[in-house]
């Protein structure tokens, strides 16, 4: 029995000491150790802390860089950033959430050369994601893909990330956070063998968007990257952006829900005294209750100002003129020459809009389904008239509908799916790329037109907004192995998908490789050309890319 039992005690020793010596880790500059753990081949890194606990006196301010004093277990991930998942009424995360994540690809750690960097910016409106979305964003596949390091980081989302408010805080929190972890890699990736010469900053949606913000702001992003790639985002449509005085305005409403004066004595007392949940009853009831007609918000309030994609987006960067936050739309820093001289990859996904008009429901008062012509009419004046006013809405409104004819639609709510994607992200795409041509930036234009017929979400919805993430990140998703099989079509888009990130990753040209079959070269972007690619099961170089429709788009609106 005693003998059995030193046994058992000598296995269990030799298993933990065995666990501990095939524990990867690392050493940071400042002397700390963080300890990883190996999954799938690859290195993991998780839970870094790389800015200060946003919590007390430090809510709703700039991020603050973290003191290291002991070494770290990173073997796990750590809390989300606050937001509602899944519904409106899950709270999920904690304010203590500025961590990210590192992977690494085998071997990388007695490679003679440093790998490049792969820095992931999720979407989601900026009022949800994080950089894990329950292990969406694992990114070993991707970093043994494309020999680089993947890193993913949270950053303050809704209110705690964006919430402007004067003489309080700018509501570009967010963004700084994102900024802070590019420092972070700058200072410390060599630790991992990564080269911090070579980082590609890439984004989906919102962190497309994010993404174009550190692109055109080239006096705050000088030396943080040297390659850009925007997926689905853009750079200066309206209602993504704010202004600062309306953003104030909207902070004062905001405030007011949560149970604070913005022009009382106290009200960063007051503001720093809300617990979590707390904020949190406030951005339910933003959701909630702030009507969806501009028109009753005017007579409902003093202000003069509500996001027009609320509720479904009430948040977003703010405008406010300096270099540490949002100096100016990013378009125009492009159009300015304050964008960095970097290579650029940039595009949309063929059925953008089939996602957005069913929440059109919750952002369009009086809109009904099934789409008629009327409401089709009536979603246009609510995207528009802040934009260009009603007047013009209606002057150009037939005009608009000519390149969309009816008879190569289904139904008016496939129509106005195609308005919402070319409105919102395809001419939004052309317009930064023609943009970043003329300011000298190498620039390669795409459009994601892949369907995999055996996918019922594709099937009913399209190609639809953030389906390149898939195949990217080669995952189905999380618990999504039936829904999403990757049979062979699937894995030959998933191929090409990671040539073309790692190339960009590797050298900043996305045509720099071995290239996977029959795949083509991929023209650089002209103004006078609109060179891109269509990603597809066989990708396809073009020339054009939906000219007529967006040169009307530019027109229209003033560009």
């Known amino acids: 029995m005693m003998a059995s039992g030193l046994l058992a005690l000598l296995v269990l020793c030799y298993t933990l000491t065995s666990a501990a010596a095939s524990s990867p880790s690392v050493t940071l500059p400042n002397g700390v150790t963080l300890t990883g753990r190996k999954e799938k081949g690859a290195d993991v890194y998780q839970g870094i802390p790389f800015a200060e606990p946003p919590l007390n006196e430090l809510r709703f301010q700039g991020p603050t860089p973290y003191i290291y004093s002991d070494d770290l277990d990173t073997t796990k991930p750590k809390s989300i950033c606050p937001q509602l998942k899944i519904t409106k009424r899950i709270n999920l995360g904690s304010e203590d959430c500025l961590y990210l994540n590192v992977y690494l690809p085998p071997g990388v750690d007695s490679a003679d050369e440093s790998v490049p960097v792969l820095f992931w ?91 174009c913000h550190h692109y055109a702001n080239g006096e705050a992003s000088e030396g943080l990257f040297h390659a850009a790639l925007m997926e689905s985002g853009n750079c200066n449509t309206p209602e993504f952006f704010f202004k600062q005085e309306e953003a104030f ?29 707390e904020v949190m009853v ?151 790329a023609r943009a970043a041509s003329e300011n000298g930036n190498e620039v390669f234009l795409y459009q994601f037109d892949f369907h995999p017929y055996t996918w019922p979400d594709f099937d009913a919805l399209g190609d639809y907004h953030g389906a390149e993430i898939y195949f990217i990140w080669d995952t189905p998703g999380p618990g999504m192995e039936l829904v999403h099989p990757f049979f062979h079509d699937e894995r030959r888009m998933v191929e090409i998908m990671q040539y073309y990130v790692g190339n960009l990753a590797k050298v900043g040209d996305v045509n720099k490789g071995d290239m996977p079959g029959d795949v083509p070269v991929w023209p650089v972007f002209t103004t006078g050309g609109d060179q891109h690619i269509v990603l597809k099961e066989t990708p396809q170089a073009g020339v054009g890319l939906n000219k007529d429709v967006c040169d009307y788009h530019d027109k229209m609106l003033g560009y």
Not at 258 to 275: F, H, N, P, Q, R
Not at 322 to 333: A, K, Q
Not at 349 to 365: A, H, Q, R
Request: net charge negative.
């Open 282 to 432: 406030g951005i339910e009831a933003l959701l909630e209750e702030i009507p969806t007609s501009l028109d009753e918000f005017y007579l409902a309030t003093n202000s003069s100002f509500v996001p027009p994609l609320s509720p479904i987006m009430p948040f977003g960067p703010v405008i406010d003129g300096t270099t540490d936050g949002t100096p100016r739309m990013p378009y125009e820093g492009i159009t300015g020459g304050k964008a960095m001289n970097v290579p650029l990859m940039i595009g949309s996904t063929s059925n953008e809009g089939s996602i957005f008009v069913p929440m059109l429901g919750e952002i369009v008062d009086g809109l009904k389904f099934p789409i008629s012509n009327d409401d089709v009419k009536l979603a246009i004046h609510h995207i528009l008239d802040p934009i260009i006013g009603a007047d013009a809405v209606d002057a150009d409104y037939d005009g608009l509908m000519d390149q969309y004819p009816i008879k190569d639609y289904n139904d008016p709510r496939a129509q106005l799916s195609k308005i919402l994607r070319d409105y919102m992200f395809l001419c939004p795409s052309r317009r930064a």
């Open 249 to 277: 305005e909207f902070g004062v409403e905001y405030s007011k829900i949560i149970g604070c004066d913005v022009t009382s004595a106290d009200y960063k007392e007051c503001m720093g005294k809300l617990t979590t949940a």
């Open 121 to 211: 910016i999720f979407g989601g409106g900026y009022v949800a994601g994080d950089g894990w979305e329950f292990t969406m964003y694992q990114g070993q596949k991707l970093a043994k893909a494309t020999n680089s390091i993947v890193v993913a980081a949270n950053y303050r989302v809704n209110a705690f990330g964006f919430l402007a408010a004067e003489n309080y805080s700018t509501g570009n929190m967010g963004i700084q956070d994102q900024r802070m972890a590019l420092k972070w890699v700058q200072s410390n990736i060599k630790a991992f063998n990564g080269d911090p010469s070579r980082v590609t900053i890439f984004g989906q949606s919102a962190g497309a968007m994010s993404v």
